[in-house]
């Protein structure tokens, strides 16, 4: 029952990665297809959502030891007329898997774990990181009230960073907007409004909050390079429609947008080379 239970696994674990992989050039395809970044956004939301919950289903499966006994595992593919083929795995297997199963879980738990704890170690670096923050000047501030009334966003504060590399947001609960100390006084009016806007949106649609989950979920299914290359494209997705939400109000505005971002690039080039110790992340 042990050894057919592992089998079973084995078979289950083979058939969960394959899917994975084909869901993954499935989405990647529609993306393909599809002209709306928002969309694009969500069809690898939805990937990683049934990816983690697949993995999920399948641990409390094998740690319930639910498994029928089987003679032989198979991997299960389904057929044209809709029923289970099958890739059989060995029996041959299971004097190895008798006790390679067990140790693959405990080396899978424990690289998880590692994971988890590394995910709670920049958490708290962030933590910290936002104590050293300032209060906006109160031109600056009076701007970012204007913008959180105008799209609609309640309890957001703006912290400014020395050692920022980057604007980011932090934090799902009550909200902050980051923007490096350094670079208020290199914009003008205009394009730190556009940079605070594109921020502003990664509140208002909760970007943090659905990004951390995503990010947990990539370290319970850290084996699988599908997942980590789709919260990759995902936060590519995330960016390019926070652009167009700035600019959709005409090409007047893509303009002035483009112009600002190609003066943001610059910026962060030269605090780039200028500080090596300076801090850079997305959504950490």
């Known amino acids: 029952m042990f050894v057919d239970t592992n089998l079973s696994a084995v078979s289950t674990w083979m058939t969960y990665f394959v899917q994975i992989a084909l869901g993954y050039l499935t989405t990647r395809g529609l993306c ?37 006994p089987l003679t032989t595992a198979s991997l299960h593919v389904v057929g044209n007329r ?9 029996g041959s297997w299971a004097g190895h898997l008798a006790w390679v199963g067990p140790w693959t879980w405990r080396l899978y738990l424990s690289i ?7 995910l709670l170690w920049k958490s708290l670096r962030l933590r910290s990181f936002l104590r050293t923050g300032q209060a906006p000047s109160e ?3 009076l701007l970012f009230q204007k913008l959180c009334r105008e799209m609609k966003v309640s309890r957001c504060d703006l912290i400014l960073l020395p050692e920022l590399r980057s604007p980011a947001t932090a934090c799902w609960w009550r909200p902050q907007v980051l923007l490096p100390t350094e670079l208020v006084p290199f914009l003008d009016s205009g394009q730190l409004a556009d940079v605070l806007r594109h921020e502003l949106v990664h509140v208002r649609c909760r970007h943090y909050l659905w990004d951390r989950l995503a990010a947990l979920g990539c370290r319970l299914v ?17 960016e390019l429609a926070c652009d167009l939400a700035v600019v959709q109000d005409g090409m007047d505005r893509r303009l002035h947008y483009a112009e600002c971002l190609v003066k943001l690039a610059r910026w962060w080039f ?6 090596s110790d300076a801090i850079g992340f997305f959504l950490v």
Do not use: K, Y
């Open 139 to 141: 031109e600056v501030g």
């Open 32 to 68: 393909a297809l599809i002209d709306s970044a928002r969309i694009r956004l969500r069809l690898w939301g939805c990937f990683l959502f049934l990816t983690i919950a697949g993995w999920t289903i399948f641990g409390v499966h094998v740690s319930a030891g639910s498994s029928a």
């Open 222 to 238: 850290f084996f699988h390079p599908a997942v980590w290359f789709a919260h990759r494209r995902m936060r590519q997705e995330r």
């Open 270 to 275: 030269l605090a780039r080379r200028n500080s």
């Open 112 to 118: 998880a774990i590692i994971f988890m704890l590394q």
């Open 82 to 90: 809709g029923q289970w083929g099958f890739w059989p795995v060995s």
